[in-house]
């Protein structure tokens, strides 16, 4: 886990802050990784997830919680 780690944060150095990730290589550690991954699409997502899965049973380390009322 640590090559993925220093690739992007060598890539970061090249292309800025702006990187985004990968979706199907979970890092909560990015600063601000819901974005990252889902982009301008969270709270849409969020608002789907709360509405057809309130309870966040299926949860995952790239899964969206849903969002609180």
Do not use: C
């Amino acid at each position: 886990m640590a090559w993925p780690l220093e690739f992007s944060q060598a890539l970061q150095q090249s292309v800025g802050q702006e990187l985004g990730a990968y979706v199907n290589m979970p890092d909560a550690g990015l600063p601000d990784w819901e974005t990252a991954y889902w982009g301008s699409n969270v709270d849409r997502l969020r608002r789907i997830k709360a509405k057809y899965e309130p309870d966040n049973i299926f949860q995952h380390e790239q899964s969206i919680p849903p969002a609180t009322p």
